[in-house]
């Protein structure tokens, strides 16, 4: 990664950006070549938009749906709890239901390496979010 790299694409189809660290409201910055200019603080390690969304409009991460928009979100704008729900209803299996296929990251990442895990499958996992509803099983059983 490079001094001036802030913010990250993790996959070409994504239409998120991470913030690698906390990025100021009025800040410009350039991610594949595409130029924006911040609409709200992003804290390190959360997401902001990389274009316009209209309510209900899919949030792309790691080249899937991980949510949509409450609201219209615009570009650079913070994308977190308070303005998308969840599209991970129902997905919480032992077995991974999506299998990205053909990824390619951005060019910038060949190369690179991550603190990640490899899984027994020979996958391999990173830490993330998990969204879960408070009455949901998966939280009862975490009580």
């Keep these: 990664m490079s001094e001036t790299q ?17 990025l100021a409201q009025g800040e410009s910055l350039e991610i594949d070549q595409q130029v924006l ?37 615009n570009q650079g704008s913070w994308v977190h ?3 998308i729900h969840t599209a991970l209803v129902g997905k919480f299996t032992s077995e991974p239901e999506l299998k990205p296929a053909n990824i390619k990251p951005s060019a910038w990442l060949e190369g690179k390496t991550f603190q990640g895990y490899r899984r027994a499958s020979g996958e391999v ?16 059983r975490q009580r």
């Design 37 to 73: 200019t911040l609409q709200d603080d992003i804290p390190a390690g959360h997401k902001f938009a990389l274009q316009d969304f209209k309510p209900e409009a899919e949030i792309i991460k790691y080249g899937f749906c991980i949510g949509r928009a409450k609201t219209e979100i």
């Design 125 to 140: 996992g990173i830490r993330n979010e998990i969204w879960g509803h408070p009455y949901s099983r998966l939280h009862q």
């Design 81 to 83: 709890e308070h303005n």
């Design 6 to 22: 802030r913010a990250i694409r993790v996959h070409l189809s994504d239409n998120v950006a991470v913030a690698i660290k906390t």
